[in-house]
């Protein structure tokens, strides 16, 4: 048989079914609504990925923050504050004020009024130069810093104002009636631990039982001046919680 010329095979059928079978007029095309909710789902993947990042970028910058003014903090409780009590919880809720010398004081007077109400402190005799016979004992080794903080706590918990023989004149100055009366808030001392470190200093775990019911649990790094007497030279607070 004889085919007319121009004939192509199939070019009349391809114009009605396609590739996969169905004729052209029945193939869905994709919508606009379609594609475009495609394109919403996408974009709000994509959003809430970002939000989960950033959010999460937030909270350790927060942690990181918290713990930086932590550091901050207690490395600003030194001195005398670091040895009051009542001076340690008011820098604890952020509101305190250095304490000043009592020569600068306006209340000048009152101070020494409350100081001349406490039991003079004892003097140091100096040493006789006389000669003495031997008595064949050797000299005791002076305390060590551990043994001078057990004491100087136990001191406290007893009767505060005798734990001033073991601090240096120029961490409380001439006024001691506040250091005597912020120890006075405290109804128990409990000194948990005592560790030595590098030198003359060692740190020491204390946690106090406050009259109001309240505990204030103190790490704290305390320094003696070594030799045959050693007293305490530096107080810092390296970590507190009150509770």
């Excluded at 970002?50 to 927060?62: H, L, P």
């Excluded at 504050?81 to 004081?105: F, I, K, M, N, Y």
């Amino acid at each position: 048989m004889t085919r007319p010329r121009g004939y192509r095979t199939g070019t009349v059928l391809d114009e009605f079914v396609g590739e996969d079978g169905l004729p052209a007029s029945h193939r869905r095309q994709p919508t606009t609504h379609a594609q475009i909710a495609k394109l919403a789902g996408i974009t709000l993947a994509a959003c809430m990925l970002c939000g989960s990042v950033a959010a999460a970028s937030v909270i350790s910058s927060d942690r990181q923050a918290e713990r930086v003014d932590d550091v901050r903090q207690a490395a600003q409780i030194t001195g005398e504050q670091a040895l009051r009590p009542d001076l340690l919880q008011l820098g604890l809720l952020g509101d305190v004020e250095r304490p000043t010398s009592s020569g600068h004081s306006h209340d000048h007077d009152h101070d020494h009024a409350q100081e001349g109400d406490l039991p003079a402190l004892p003097v140091p005799q100096k040493p006789s130069t006389s000669s003495a016979p031997p008595t064949g004992r050797t000299a005791s080794p002076p305390p060590s810093t551990v043994e001078v903080a057990r004491d100087f706590y136990d001191r406290l918990r007893r009767r505060p104002h005798d734990a001033i023989g073991l601090l240096a004149g120029n961490l409380l100055g001439a006024n001691l009636g506040p250091f005597v009366q912020s120890w006075q808030g405290v109804q128990q001392v409990d000194v948990l631990d005592v560790r030595q470190r590098q030198g003359n200093s060692a740190i020491a775990t204390v946690l106090m039982h406050m009259a109001d019911g309240s505990h204030l649990r103190v790490q704290q790094l305390l320094t003696t001046s070594g030799g045959s007497s050693p007293r305490i030279v530096g107080a810092e607070i390296l970590s507190a919680q009150r509770s």
